[in-house]
């Protein structure tokens, strides 16, 4: 089993390598928050997730990663079950995550126990790309 811990301000390389997106601010703001979490194999950290409050109430899962020669051997699982853990225990009862519908990872989710609950289109350059489906879970 893989250790699994909130992130760190020395994780910011490895943040870095998988998660291309995040603003160095917001990755500040991930570990004053705990809003962000590393999975470590072997003390080799080899995957990511982060969240941020929809609504300021609600978990929303906004990536979730593991380095590519670790995927398909259910670190993605583990990471999740940590964070929908956590996420009961702070008293959340509902949360959110999203995938593009041309990924793969809307079939993931659902195994999960996910259900889609809607999406939406962005067509404005430069930032177009294919429909975000938004998908949701009690726990």
């Known amino acids: 089993m893989a250790e699994i811990r909130y ?25 004053l928050t705990k809003r962000g979490y590393v999975l470590l ?19 929303f899962c906004t990536m979730l990663v593991i380095d590519q020669e670790f995927r398909g051997k259910s670190y993605g699982t583990q990471l999740m079950e ?10 959340y009862g509902m949360l959110l995550t999203s995938t593009q519908v041309d990924e793969t990872a809307q079939h993931f989710y659902r195994k999960l126990g996910y259900k889609d609950c809607g999406g939406f289109v962005i067509d404005i350059p430069p930032y177009a ?3 975000e489906m938004i998908l949701i879970k009690a726990i």
């Open 7 to 31: 992130v760190k301000d020395t994780d910011k390389h490895f943040w870095y390598h998988l998660d291309k997106h995040l603003p160095e601010t917001e990755f500040n703001n991930k570990v």
């Open 82 to 91: 940590h964070w929908e853990k956590d996420m009961k225990k702070q008293g």
């Open 129 to 131: 790309q294919p429909m």
């Open 41 to 59: 194999e072997s003390n080799r950290p080899i995957g990511l997730l982060r969240y941020n409050l929809f609504w300021d109430n609600t978990p």
